[in-house]
């Protein structure tokens, strides 16, 4: 099972920052990454899928780099309804996630 | 739009069956490009994913559960099925139903349902 370590656990900024979330898998996933927004009591919502594609309605400021096994999530400039926590996921061999970077409000 | 939504039991006594449903709307059950799975999250934890099944009953299953799980499809009904046996503590969660590409990527989520596992 491929192991995805997502750093840091917790990112403090503030509304109108750069965000920069990191995803490294224990082998290489090529492109197969995706990344995944999820709110309290909410189901997760897809970003990025083949590690910079952007799902349906994801705004522009949500981009995503990488290829291997190293993977960045980027948010350009933060507005309040991003704080979440954010998820990565393998889907090259049996889809594994990360355990997820907190991004709370400096 | 489409929308899952989850169904069953909230609460099973450690060493039965968990069997939970997923009934599915807005769109087509049976289109050849995507598989419908479920995924778990234990309270204040990570996302796991369970297993799946496209509409012909073909299934992927995560192996340190294969023995456990089985997922079924009603096409007639529009939904889909998982049954979890000897359930312990260690299987309560909230169980999402989603929509998977074939390449096992969840593209679309039902809202999740929390099972507890207790006697």
């Known amino acids: 099972e491929i192991g995805l370590a997502q750093s840091p656990g917790t990112l403090s900024l503030s509304p109108g920052e750069r965000a920069t979330l990191s995803c490294r898998a224990s082998q290489s996933v090529g492109t197969y990454l995706a990344w995944y927004q999820q709110k309290p009591g909410q189901a997760p919502r897809l970003l990025i899928f083949?590690?910079?594609n952007r799902a349906t309605g994801i705004p522009a400021r949500f981009s995503g780099s990488g290829s291997g096994t190293d993977f960045t999530l980027t948010i350009s400039s933060l507005e309040p309804e991003d704080f979440a926590v954010y998820y990565c996921q393998q889907n090259s061999h049996w889809p594994t996630f990360g355990q997820g970077t907190r991004l709370e409000i400096k | 739009q489409l929308q899952l939504q989850e169904s069953g039991p909230g609460l099973v006594k450690p060493s039965e069956t968990l069997s939970l449903t997923c009934s599915v709307s807005?769109?087509?059950?049976?289109?050849?490009?995507?598989?419908w799975g479920w995924i778990r999250q234990p309270p204040g934890e990570g996302l796991e994913c369970i297993g799946s099944i496209n509409y012909l009953g073909g299934t992927y299953y995560k192996p340190s559960l294969n023995s456990r799980v089985t997922i079924s499809i009603d096409t007639s009904k529009k939904q889909f099925s998982l049954k979890l046996t000897s359930v312990t503590a260690a299987d309560t969660a909230v169980y999402f139903c989603a929509r998977l590409t074939v390449r096992q990527l969840p593209d679309s989520w039902g809202q999740g349902t929390l099972v507890t596992v207790s006697s």
């Open positions: 807005g769109g087509s059950i049976t289109s050849s490009g995507f598989f």
């Open positions: 083949d590690a910079s």
